[in-house]
């Protein structure tokens, strides 16, 4: 049995960065594989390592992706949220510290449920604050796994496992 084909890591890396250009990548293929038969080497494993280093390309864009879409939603459901968190913290706390009846600081939680927008749009409201919320969370901790998951490789690598 032998041996991976031989290719330079820069044009590896040159051939990857320009993945969004087929042609480019095919011809790196071509010439990869037509290396390999030259010198009378193996191919058997240039398919495998391609197929990683477009599925690499593919979640390096779906993370780009994933970061433009939670960057440009966050100033969108920040200040629902803050609103919502604030309005239902001081009302729980004037309540039960301030010693204030319910009477009283009804009006925080008509500002916390979106009762002030009436009833068509109060559920509206309730659901946009809802997936808003699940949205950040889910997207953030995805990109916060990645950014975990990329520094333990990194931290792999310099150990040298």
Do not use: C
Not at 84 to 103: E, I, N, P
Not at 115 to 136: H, I, K, R, T
Request: proline letters at 4%; aromatic letters at 8%; a positive charge.
């Amino acid at each position: 049995m032998r041996g991976p084909v031989a290719v330079t890591v820069e044009a590896f890396v040159e051939a990857r960065r320009s993945a969004n250009k087929f042609i480019e990548f095919q011809r790196f293929l071509f010439q990869a594989v037509k290396a390999g038969r030259n010198s009378g080497r193996s191919t058997d494993s240039l398919p495998v390592t391609l197929s990683i280093a477009m599925e690499g390309s593919t979640v390096a864009r779906l993370l780009v992706r994933v970061r433009q879409l939670h960057r440009w939603v966050a100033p969108l459901v920040v200040l629902p949220l803050l609103v919502t968190v604030s309005t239902g913290v001081t009302y729980r706390l004037a309540k039960d510290w301030g010693g204030l009846s319910r009477d009283q600081v009804h009006w925080l939680m008509t500002i916390h449920e979106g009762e002030w927008l009436g009833p068509a749009l109060e559920p509206v409201v309730v659901l946009l604050n809802a997936v808003g919320l699940l949205w950040m969370l889910a997207t953030g901790s995805w990109l916060l796994l990645q950014n975990v998951r990329r520094q333990w490789i990194a931290s792999r690598k310099e150990a040298g496992g």
